[in-house]
């Protein structure tokens, strides 16, 4: 059974930085590209990001870019995504989520952690 396990989130000002982590399990980790996708209160699901099976290829949507860093360990099955110059808008359950192919781009999303609230305010 696939699992993935959110963590990191938190309470962040404006401005700020924070790293959130999936830990998965239950599958081959390394084979599968992996993708963060959030939801802010009273809004649907956007996504994030997304990162190829061996890190070699990454993708951010437009808002994200320059920063939000995904990354991922394939020797600890985990992936990250480092959050820089944080807004309030990004205030959202940030979810990892298990893409159906080696290099997605999150639109073949088959497996989802429970999520980590992250919130921006000062």
């Known amino acids: 059974e696939v699992q993935l396990v959110e963590s990191g989130g938190g309470l962040v000002q404006p401005g700020g930085s924070l790293r959130v982590s999936c830990a998965a399990s239950g599958f081959s980790f390394d084979d599968y590209a992996m993708s963060w996708v959030r939801q802010a209160p009273g809004k649907g699901l956007e996504w994030v990001s997304a990162i190829s099976w061996n890190g070699g290829s990454t993708s951010y949507a437009e808002s994200m870019k320059g920063r939000f860093t995904i990354s991922r360990d394939n020797a600890k099955n985990t992936l990250y995504l480092q959050m820089n110059s944080l807004k309030s808008e990004d205030t959202a359950v940030y979810y990892c989520?298990?893409?159906?192919?080696?290099?997605?781009?999150?639109?073949?999303?088959?497996?989802w952690g429970q999520g980590t609230l992250v919130t921006v305010s000062s």
């Open positions: 989520a298990k893409d159906r192919e080696r290099i997605g781009v999150g639109d073949a999303l088959d497996a």
